[in-house]
């Protein structure tokens, strides 16, 4: 596999210097000229010098025999290009693009430059996994597919509590793929019965979360 | 007509030399960074028939084209790119660029052929 990574930041060096630990083939382009010596000393002939944005730069780095482009430079226009050219000039198969100001989101997803990483979005979902309101918690959006994977904690007065799987009243296009109980996690059948605090996890079509909530949330609270 | 830039101080640069004010002579300014749809929508980008994307940045300027083509649907959009590879490239994506350096290169060619011939 080849790997170009543009922007030799923290987020970008770091990431060059998993790949090569890994033995994979990874090109680092870094336009400014001091830090580009910095990563050189370190990446030797694996990093180059010049601006990702400019399309020689990318076709001397072998963009066009590239199987992943990485754009995690400080400027979220620049990694929107390099990951739009790249694409749709290149042909690259597979692009990560890193979203420095999370209101820049949109434009990514409006631009299709998928899939797009932000720090801020991470670290806030952690946030959210430590104080979960209801205790819902998003684990994971599959936009393209049009699914979520959530977690709840359930609550001892909830609907749920003390139900086999098969008698919740769970909304069509929802589905527990797991329970975790104590420490252990498993798959649960029909007759698994759910008890307080457990924590479930359902994977369901986007929209149908509050009617999912209702049965794990304490009862009587607004969902 | 109406003007966005990040910086406050450029608006005195469309009063220079006029007559009039850059608002009594009917025109609009934003304070803002174009990358921000907010500040896009209260420059009016909603109702514009034309966008012309001209900051410094060719990689701002092309991501800000394509969010008036694709968001806001303004009917022709403009966008300037010193780069002439990435205008070459863009405008065959269906953007309309325009390219200075590509333009300084034609007309500096002209002048090198009229003196060579």
């Known amino acids: ?119 801020t979005d991470l670290i806030l979902r952690l946030i959210e996994h430590e104080v979960p309101e209801y205790g819902l918690v998003h684990l994971l959006a599959l936009e393209e597919e049009h699914l979520e994977i959530i977690e709840f904690e359930v609550d001892p007065t909830a609907e749920a509590t003390g139900k086999r799987i098969s008698d919740l009243d769970l909304p069509d296009g929802s589905l527990v793929i797991s329970i975790i109980r104590g420490n252990a996690g498993f798959v649960p059948k029909v007759d698994t019965v759910i008890e307080q605090g457990d924590t479930v996890m359902l994977i369901l079509d986007p929209g149908l979360e509050s009617e999912v909530t209702m049965q794990f949330a304490p009862s009587g609270a607004a969902a | 007509m109406s003007v966005m830039d990040r910086d406050p101080l450029s608006h005195e640069r469309l009063d220079r030399d006029q007559i009039s004010t850059w608002e009594d002579a009917g025109g609009r300014f934003t304070v803002g960074t174009a990358l921000e749809i907010d500040g896009l929508i209260e420059a009016g980008i909603e109702q514009a028939d034309v966008f012309m994307a001209a900051t410094s940045g060719d990689n701002t300027n092309l991501v800000i084209a394509q969010i008036a083509q694709r968001r806001f649907e303004v009917p022709r959009v403009v966008v300037r790119v010193a780069d002439p590879a990435r205008a070459s490239w863009y405008s065959q994506q269906g953007l309309q660029t325009i390219c200075p350096t590509q333009v300084a290169i034609d007309q500096a060619e002209q002048v090198v052929l009229s003196v060579a011939s």
């Open chain 1, 1 to 119: 596999m080849y790997v170009i990574v543009a922007g030799a930041g923290k987020v970008g060096w770091n990431l060059a210097r998993e790949l090569i630990s890994k033995d994979v083939e990874v090109t680092l382009i870094e336009s400014n000229h001091e830090r580009f010596r910095v990563v050189e000393e370190e990446l030797e002939h694996a990093a180059a010098h010049g601006d990702a944005s400019e399309l020689w730069v990318l076709e001397r780095a072998g963009i066009q025999r590239a199987d992943l482009v990485v754009a995690v430079t400080g400027d979220d226009e620049d990694n929107i290009l390099i990951c739009q050219v790249a694409r749709e000039k290149y042909g690259v198969q597979r692009i990560v693009a890193r979203v420095n100001n999370p209101r820049n989101l949109p434009t990514f997803k409006l631009l299709g430059i998928q899939p797009a990483v932000s720090a």
